[in-house]
């Protein structure tokens, strides 16, 4: 079992920044994959950004929408994934996600959720 624990939501003119932060506790060493999700009122859930468990850093995905704006990175030590989201527009209005998923046996988990409101 994977618990996530989200924390940073809250409201920000347009233009502003927020971070979101992640931790996980329980079974994180199968967790292979971390990333953020939205969902706005009306519409389904979307990726936002991933980030792999591997070396280096790991891997990364953004949503097209995102690129350029929103950076997800992650501090092993202290078992968080962090996403640093610039230029919000008030399109970003959502609920974020935290997710984890875990190999080899692919259980995706999912934390409470943060809103984010972004004002015009």
């Known amino acids: 079992q994977v618990q996530l624990v989200e924390s940073g939501g809250g409201l920000v003119q347009a233009g502003g920044s927020l971070r979101l932060s992640c931790a996980a506790s329980?079974?994180?060493?199968?967790?292979?994959?971390m990333g953020w999700y939205r969902q706005a009122p009306g519409n389904q859930r979307e990726l936002v950004a991933t980030i792999t468990s591997g070396g280096s850093g790991g891997r990364t995905n953004y949503a097209d929408s995102v690129k350029g704006r929103f950076t997800i990175s992650r501090d092993n030590a202290k078992n968080t994934v962090y996403l640093q989201m610039n230029s919000l527009k008030p399109e970003d209005t959502a609920v974020y996600y935290c997710n984890a998923v875990t190999y080899p046996t692919m259980v995706n988990y999912w934390g409470q959720g943060t809103q984010v409101t972004v004002s015009s």
């Open positions: 329980g079974s994180i060493f199968s967790i292979n994959r």
